[in-house]
């Protein structure tokens, strides 16, 4: 079965500069939420967006910004990069109303290694 | 907003032998609450979940209660096998599953000894 495809997996950047990242949901999903999860710690929730609108913010930085595009995949933007940006980033997304499961499915992240 | 907190943060037990790890929530309205797997540098993966309308489920050897008057809810592993070795994490939301984002628990690292 498909999963959640995120890209890049391993990114490096030098401070100040800009990231994106890629997620694209499972095929008919229509929600994606975004997670950092630094070394030994939990996953924390950034943003969620719900058919192309936001729909939950969380501890996402001003510095950061992320949309859901037509095709419902979701890019997460990230400026002005810092050290302790250097983390795991998780997309996960949903079929709102499945009453089935109400779990949704993380993809396998990206790493980005802020330098 | 919502506050997870889970307990112990390490837990050691020998093969076969039940595993027992428990989370309490702050919001009353979360009504949300599954666990996640996660090996070291890999994705979270759901175990099992709970609605708050259930006060318990079981699934195979994983079994979760829910006491929502107390606000708090626990993961039970019985017969535990070398590859349940891994991270487990606890989490709440308000949503149902539906596009909130979900509180995390700091995690426990569960150690099965041979």
């Known amino acids: 079965a498909a999963g959640v495809i995120q890209s890049p997996r391993h990114l490096i950047k030098e401070k100040r500069e800009t990231a994106t990242l890629k997620c694209y949901p499972i095929?008919?999903?229509?929600?994606v939420y975004w997670y950092q999860q630094g070394p030994g710690q939990d996953p924390q929730f950034l943003i969620s967006?719900?058919?192309?609108?936001?729909?939950d913010k969380g501890s996402i930085p001003d510095r950061f910004s992320a949309q859901q595009f037509s095709d419902y995949h979701s890019e997460l933007n990230m400026s002005s990069l810092e050290l302790g940006d250097s983390a795991l980033y998780f997309c996960?997304?949903?079929?709102?109303?499945?009453?089935?499961?109400?779990?949704?499915?993380f993809g396998s992240g990206t790493r980005l290694t802020v330098v | 907003g919502e506050n997870v907190e889970q307990h112990p943060s390490t837990l050691s037990v020998q093969e076969g032998d039940s595993a027992v790890i428990k989370c309490t929530y702050s919001d009353s309205a979360s009504n949300y609450f599954p666990w996640y797997k996660q090996e070291l540098g890999k994705r979270p993966q759901l175990i099992i979940d709970i609605r708050s309308n259930v006060g318990e489920k079981k699934d195979q050897r994983i079994a979760v209660t829910l006491n929502k008057t107390a606000k708090h809810f626990s993961l039970h592993i019985t017969e535990t096998q070398p590859e349940d070795s891994a991270v487990y994490f606890c989490?709440?939301?308000?949503?149902?599953?539906?596009?909130?984002?979900?509180?995390f628990g700091k995690g426990t690292h569960l150690i099965i000894q041979p």
């Open positions: 989490a709440a939301s308000k949503s149902g599953g539906g596009a909130d984002g979900l509180t």
């Open positions: 996960a997304s949903s079929r709102l109303g499945m009453t089935r499961n109400y779990g949704y499915t």
């Open positions: 095929p008919r999903h229509d929600t």
């Open positions: 967006f719900y058919e192309k609108m936001q729909s």
